[in-house]
């Protein structure tokens, strides 16, 4: 047989065991794996470079699934490809499984996990950027995109990116098989809608049959040699092609096949095809930035003020000089970040994402699959625009460091749409997540280079203002830990805070200790995970706990800490002090007053706690 | 003095006010004001139609600052316009005033909040196709982008929209003033990077020089003539134009200048111009939809199985039945989350978003600006998608229903991507939001009604997997409160679910009830407000609580629970039973088990918690 015969056979292979595995588990996404067989049956004969059994050799090409409920077809090439038998493959959505739903990279050739559409184009561009820019070697990457998912804002967050970049490197190829979920897309078999919105965002787009693999076959040539763009085969397809009975059927989404015993009949059978997939060409290895010595984290004086957004841009500075793979990304708010320090010290591992907060985390998803180190930052209020990208890079087994600075009404003036008010609630509910948020600069500089060494997804959170440096340079603050930095054998109510909140309790315990009354104060710095010992030792030692936090009262300082005393067996009463109101414009003291999270409002709760339960004993 | 005079002078005042209002603020963004203020002199002086003195006339315009950080000059249009003083004005910033930082509808000029970059023109969509295709009245909607925000995807999901329904209605000025927050934006002042784009995206486009009233009267004038496509004018500004020390001028952005007064004199001193904006005409009246009798709500029987996902849609249409001013919106998954039932039985009130979340959202907002009741629905776990629209439309206080099915790990086999785990905790942690969880179809419709007459954000999570009807149709379910549906005298332990997890406490109790251990089991299906006063008298009444949730650990149901609890005198051991793994895929009974959420791991906890404590006190 000729190259064409052979792709046809393999087309309806991948087709066949698509059809099976979905079968086998009575669920998946055999139609839309069917549409895109040739596409990818050509791509994996021809184009692709690939060394199955060392998935980690950074030479290798990236196949993302942008369109990650097509997993069928994915599994159905390992199974070609020989990574996998076709027994594991038949382990489609069974329990214990790694053939999961949607990919994963539980399996070794699985990047990041899909699944939410629009997804896996960003990051492939983060790919593609570090292929180009960080590692600098010619790995190419080829992402299979849905028609439907290019609805999502996210996708064209990706075409701008990758258009302003000229990001060569990338392939995209829609499978514009004109059927979503539940109808039509927007633009059906309309390939020129998709091939104009591409080329006005820079890209070279070819529009193609995806059933002709000689068409196939030319595009992808084509994509290979077009430089200075990226490129985007446009293919139309039919959803379920080949099988009569669901080819561009509506209604055939999401569901195994009626009769598969007929569809595998009229598919020709089941075939067993084994592909040679290009492996990775040349020897190139990846580019190492040079460091500069060991980390020398900044240090601040006790006594002075500095915000620990200042501390932030300060400390990743250090990171980038003692490290060659720490890379950083803003959304454009470098210069209230601070990650404009970064950018002036280390311009060749730092990305500017514009204001496009979605695709900002998919570089940082993306330049992590390549071992780099990530850290990206824009108001914590600006991250919530990006929640599904973290949620997903959770799924992705990712490591990346976010942080959102301009947290709480302490900002002051700018007023509520500045404001992150709900996320230290959103990043304790993601999977496996840390949570930081520092009190002082050198607590903040410490926790940064804690960070740079941990897995998961790493939030901190970052101060507007200046607040007092309580802290030496060089202390130790480890992740799960706490500071007691006022405390007595007579302590009768515990504050504690973090952020810009401790210094308010710092305040009120100063206060109150003039009246007499000994209050303990805890700075958790680290909101998730808590220090549950230090917690549960003030819940015995202290008749009263008042937790104050800039934040919304749900999910954040307060239930953090009684998450961690739910099952003592003794707790004292939990008064949480937070943000109830919706915040308007005024100075951050005025704001601090106005929200009842100043040292003002702690003293009277903790008064008020401690005269009553004072009382009751009495 | 000519026309283009007149607007010349105003377009000087506006940015005279604008520099005056930040100067007294000590804050603000008077340059990124001034690029657009010639823009605006010359639509409020001409085109924009709109009666300040009756700013709920449904003839009225909408004129909406998608880059809301441009709020001097949005508030120096008001005072033209003789809606606020030139004292109010100055006020901007300052505690209590209603000239905030960033635009927010304590004004009643102002339909949304913006500030967050890439909402208001999403927005405007919703409200131009409410105009079009509700109310089916000729209002025009002006909207004011900012050149750095074109780089939010969202921007293109609205441009996308605006172009598929040929809102001929919406008019977007982009000001392109070249410069971002940090620097110059992808494409500075290339207009023909936004021209080639939004024309791929089926709108009109024209650019022109954005100081050149002429050239700004004439393309409004075609704006207004154009029928079948949304226009763009793409409009070539300097930042702070007018100024010298700051006209194009990088590091001008959000600060007051440096020298006010110098800067006014340089624009010919402080001006009173009053302008006479134009007053809607014509005496339409916004459409009615047609109803169909009182509410009557879906009923289903005890003893069989329902999901509360279908229960949703049962309900959804029930209320646009009696209901004229319901609207439905969805992201493509109509036949998952059952707004497909909508969507036949009233097409004219069903917008299909695709998928697309952040417009979905974006379509909500805009929708209840003019009065309808929007209803949207996805997966939650792609509400995550849009949380930063849902932040924000609390800022907005909007008053819209979310619905977000497929919740937990309970849909089985498609593994995490789908599985939303963090959906409780990021709609608790939004100002004024109410969450719902209910557990039973019954229930579910009920509780859909009473969220259709209640303010703020409200969120429903459904349930994928049928699940026994326990409840009669026409019980009441108030939102706050609660069922307690095991209870007796002798109870030692209480278990608290919702939703999925109320079947499994009640299996539970019943098993432990075969033993001899009784418990009460709350059904917590208001998760937020949740019920203070049941779930206090079961601390008080039982020696310990178990709360069980298809969710992550943090922000759900247990913390909810905690925190009703936090301040109470008497509190038991509270063991939180949620999601703490990384589930895969498997069978919704396999993945309950595997994250010990199940009725058995339910039996164990309560049983450990019953012995302990006797223990303890034997």
């Known amino acids: 047989m000729g190259d064409h015969d052979i792709w046809r056979e393999l087309g309806q292979q991948l087709r066949v065991d698509s059809i099976r595995s979905s079968a086998a588990a009575g669920s998946g996404h055999p139609t839309s794996s069917m549409s895109a067989a040739d596409l990818m049956a050509v791509l994996i004969s021809k184009y692709l470079h690939y060394d199955f059994g060392t998935p980690d050799d950074p030479r290798n090409d990236h196949l993302i699934f942008s ?25 489609f959505r069974k329990l214990g499984s790694r053939i999961e739903g949607h990919p994963t990279p539980v399996l070794p050739w699985v990047d990041v996990a899909t699944g939410s559409l629009g997804q896996g184009l960003p990051i492939s561009v983060g790919v593609a950027y570090a292929g180009r820019y960080f590692d600098r070697i010619p790995y190419r990457v080829w992402t299979l995109c849905g028609d439907s998912e290019m609805a999502e804002g996210s996708m064209w967050e990706a075409f701008e990116a990758a258009g302003f970049h000229g990001l060569d490197n990338l392939t995209a190829i829609i499978d514009v098989n004109r059927l979503g979920q539940t109808g039509e897309t927007m633009h059906g078999w309309d390939l020129d809608a998709y091939v104009t919105r591409a080329r006005a965002f820079g ?52 569901k195994p096949l009626g009769d598969p015993e007929e569809a595998i009949a009229e598919l020709g059978g089941i075939r067993d095809i084994s592909v040679q997939v290009p492996r990775p060409e040349g020897s190139d290895k990846p580019h190492v930035f040079a460091t500069d010595g060991p980390l020398n984290l900044p240090a601040y004086e006790i006594g002075t ?39 002036e010290a280390h311009p060749d591992r730092f990305v500017q994402a514009y204001i496009a907060e979605q695709q900002m985390l998919a570089y940082a998803v993306g330049f992590q699959v390549r071992g780099w180190r990530p850290f990206a930052a824009t108001f914590a209020a600006f991250l919530s625009r990006a929640y599904d990208f973290v949620r997903m890079a959770a799924v992705s087994r990712a490591n990346l460091v976010l942080a959102g600075s301009h947290a709480g009404v302490s900002i002051g003036e700018d007023g509520p749409s500045q404001m992150a008010l709900e996320d230290l609630a959103s990043m304790r509910a993601v999977h496996g997540s840390t949570v930081l948020y520092p009190s002082d600069p050198n607590q903040a500089a410490a926790l940064l280079a804690e960070a740079a060494d941990r ?164």
């Open 67 to 91: 369109k990650g409920h097509a997993s069928p077809l994915l599994y159905a090439i390992y199974k070609a490809a020989g990574a996998i038998s076709d027994d594991e493959m038949l382990t």
């Open 305 to 343: 003020k500095e915000a620990t957004r200042k501390a932030y841009g300060d400390a990743l500075v250090a990171l980038g000089n003692a490290r060659g793979d720490v890379v950083a990304i803003d959304g454009e708010v470098g210069n209230s970040t601070y990650s404009e320090e970064f950018a």
């Open 455 to 618: 897995d998961g997804i790493i939030f901190m959170r970052t101060t507007r203002e200046k607040t007092p440096v309580i802290y030496q340079p060089g202390e130790a603050f480890p992740i799960g830990g706490s500071r007691v930095v006022r405390s007595g054998d007579d302590d009768r109510v515990t504050l504690v805070g973090a952020g810009i909140t401790l210094h308010e309790a710092i305040k009120a315990a100063d206060t109150l200790a003039g009246e007499g009354l000994r209050v303990r104060v805890i700075d958790l710095y680290s909101v998730k995970p808590a220090d549950v010992d230090t917690l549960r030792a003030a819940a015995r030692e202290t008749q009263a706990i008042v937790t104050v936090e800039d934040h919304l009262p749900e999910g954040g300082i307060g239930d953090a800490v009684l998450d961690a005393l739910a099952d003592a067996p003794e707790r004292p009463v939990v008064r949480k002090l937070a943000v109830r109101i919706m915040p308007g414009s005024a100075t951050p003291a005025e704001q601090l007053a106005a929200a009842g999270i100043d040292a003002e409002h702690i003293v009277a709760a903790a008064r008020e706690l401690a005269g009553a339960r004072a009382g009751a004993e009495a």
């Open 203 to 254: 890209w070279h787009a070819i529009p193609i049959n995806g059933h002709d693999v000689g068409e196939i076959d030319t595009a992808m040539a084509e994509a290979v040699a077009t430089t200075g763009h990226p490129t985007v085969i446009v293919a139309r397809t039919e959803k379920g092609h080949g099988v009569a009975a669901v080819a561009n059927v509506n209604g055939a989404h999401g």
